[in-house]
């Protein structure tokens, strides 16, 4: 997933913080397919996902005035996203949920599979969804901004407001239970050779 | 000393290698240790489900998204489906009316009118609220009407608890026994009075540096939230602050969850004078 470039999005931030609406609506039709992706990601349903993006565009809007320019556009742009997605989680922690993820940690095979590769593709993205609901949301997000994004872990840090060593550990943790959650592996955790953080 | 040693490599350093944050020599006899592949492989496959591409939403979702984003106005706006009852287009709505409201109360009092005049509440705010629930996404524009509206009646209209001017029977009473205020103090702006009212609500006032606010105003801000916000009960908790220069009323009620159900406390602060929302949190 690639963002708009630096260049693309300076003139259409000076004219949108002119008032200019056409600027800004360019601006956040770029930005829009990244800040959701992360918030799909993130929240792991597509409700959700509308809510924290809706959130975090309207974060955009607001806080445009004080973005400074140091950090990439886009960059900003994902921090606002993940923690628009990280609030919609809070709210959601209240609420019933199914989850795919059995009580050993592995996640369930659909009940009933349906035949056919769309069939297949939703019950993937639904394996995926259950294995990163079954990461913490730290890692989550640090697993996302990392694969699903492409930032580097420099970048990741700035997002997150963590140190890239916590960045790294962070991102190896969660790749890890995530492998684990994805193989259906159900070997004992104190095998793995993740370090302690 | 470094270590040198390719394996057993941590998933910490083969997941640096996969992202190319190793230094390269490290990097290479990791990824070329055949000790590590399938450790690498399982890794890999995490990272390639993670970077599979998101659904991009429809270009309905996409241009309503971005509509209401340029139309959300600068001032920071009451929490998105925190509380039972209003959408948020009416809570912004609710407080053009209270806004409205507030001005017409005001100008009336400047003009000779009573303060218990200017203290009613007429249940036509009840009828001009359900007629913006009615008018969907375009409430934001008529509630100005509606607004006016309702306090062109207001002060004809019967106080809560009391007689009607006409000697009919009194207005709905929604508010009818509140709790004490108490005295919150000074801050520099809403978000102070929210990190100080974060886990609870006072009990003790503070020391004390004015006489309060009248209890018509306390009732009359009470009485429009309750309405706006859709409340079924009264506040549990009254106070009162000065807030970035400006006398304010804060609330607290008890609730359910708008999501589950589940109860829930609001807090939200408002001018004493025309009841405009300063700040509203939910714990």
Wanted: glycine share 8%; proline share 6%.
């Amino acid at each position: 997933m690639t963002a708009p470039g630096r260049g693309d999005d300076a003139s259409l931030i000076d004219a949108a913080r002119t008032g200019d609406r056409g600027a800004l609506d360019r601006l956040l039709r770029q930005h829009q397919p990244q800040v959701y992706a992360v918030c799909r990601r993130l929240t792991g349903n597509d409700a959700d996902a509308l809510d924290a993006t809706q959130d975090a565009l309207i974060s955009i809007v607001r806080g445009l005035d004080r973005f400074d320019g140091r950090a990439r556009f886009s960059t900003w742009c994902y921090r606002i996203a993940t923690n628009a997605a990280l609030d919609e989680l809070r709210r959601r922690k209240r609420r019933p949920s199914l989850s795919l993820v059995d009580d050993r940690g592995a996640v369930a095979e659909p009940a009933d599979p349906q035949a056919g590769e769309a069939a297949a593709q939703v019950d993937e993205r639904d394996r995926l969804d259950a294995a990163l609901g079954a990461l913490s949301p730290e890692f989550r997000a640090a697993v996302v901004l990392r694969d699903l994004c492409q930032l580097d872990y420099a970048e990741i840090a700035e997002v997150l407001d963590v140190p890239p060593g916590t960045v790294r550990s962070r991102i190896a943790r969660g790749r890890a239970q995530l492998a684990e959650l994805l193989d259906g592996n159900q070997s004992d955790p104190t095998q793995r050779r993740t370090p302690a953080p | 000393m470094t270590d040198t040693t390719p394996s057993p490599a941590s998933d910490e350093d083969l997941s640096a290698a996969i992202d190319g944050e190793l230094d390269d020599g490290r990097a290479r006899d990791l990824l070329t240790d055949p000790a590590n592949a399938a450790r690498l492989e399982q890794l890999n496959r995490a990272v390639r489900a993670v970077a599979a591409p998101v659904d991009p939403l429809d270009n309905t979702a996409v241009d309503r998204l971005i509509a209401d984003a340029i139309a959300e106005p600068a001032a920071p706006a009451a929490p998105r489906r925190a509380v039972r009852g209003p959408a948020p287009w009416l809570v912004a709505a609710a407080i053009a009316v209270l806004l409205a409201v507030g001005l017409t109360l005001v100008w009336t009092g400047r003009n000779g009118e009573s303060n218990d005049q200017a203290s009613t509440v007429s249940t036509d705010l009840d009828a001009s609220a359900a007629n913006e629930e009615r008018a969907g996404a375009d409430a934001s524009a008529e509630s100005s009407d509606d607004a006016a509206a309702a306090g062109e009646v207001a002060p004809d209209s019967g106080h809560a608890g009391s007689a009607t001017t006409d000697g009919t029977s009194p207005a709905t009473t929604i508010t009818p026994t509140l709790p004490s205020a108490v005295d919150l103090g000074t801050f520099a702006d809403g978000d102070a009075l929210r990190t100080a009212l974060a886990t609870s609500f006072p009990d003790v006032a503070v020391t004390s540096t004015s006489d309060g606010p009248s209890t018509a105003s306390v009732e009359r801000c009470a009485t429009q939230l309750e309405i706006t916000l859709g409340l079924d009960d009264g506040p549990t908790q009254i106070g009162w602050a000065t807030i970035g220069g400006q006398e304010a009323l804060v609330y607290e009620f008890s609730t359910s969850s708008y999501e589950d159900g589940t109860p829930t406390t609001l807090v939200t602060a408002v001018g004493a004078e025309a009841c405009n929302q300063i700040v509203f949190f939910e714990r």
